[in-house]
């Protein structure tokens, strides 16, 4: 059986509209992960950012290089500022 130029057409736009729904699919499902994933990476920082605040609890306004020893360069403020500093510089 001979294909007519109207059943090419038909098959290769069939064709072409496949591919359009599983590359819609595939962005789909990567936005899902991707938003799973920042999610859960924020849990994570949330986590942390509760230990470090329980950690310091009544040293919020004693400054940082009292309260964190390992610290070399920053120094000469409240700690609080440094949890901060350090919560917004992971969101970049």
């Given at each position: 059986m001979k294909a007519t130029s109207c059943n090419?057409?038909?098959?290769?736009f069939g064709i072409i509209i496949?591919?359009?729904?599983?590359?819609l699919m595939n962005r789909c499902t990567q936005k899902f992960t991707l938003e799973?994933?920042?999610?859960?990476?924020q849990n994570d920082r949330?986590?942390?950012?509760?230990r470090i605040n329980q950690m310091i609890k009544g040293k919020e306004q004693v400054l940082v290089?009292?309260?964190f020893t390992n610290l070399k360069v920053l120094g000469g403020f409240p700690?609080?500022?440094?949890v901060f500093a350090m919560e917004r510089i992971s969101l970049l």
């Open positions: 090419k057409f038909l098959i290769f496949m591919v359009m729904l599983f590359s799973k994933i920042s999610d859960s990476l949330n986590q942390y950012i509760d290089d009292s309260v700690a609080e500022n440094l």
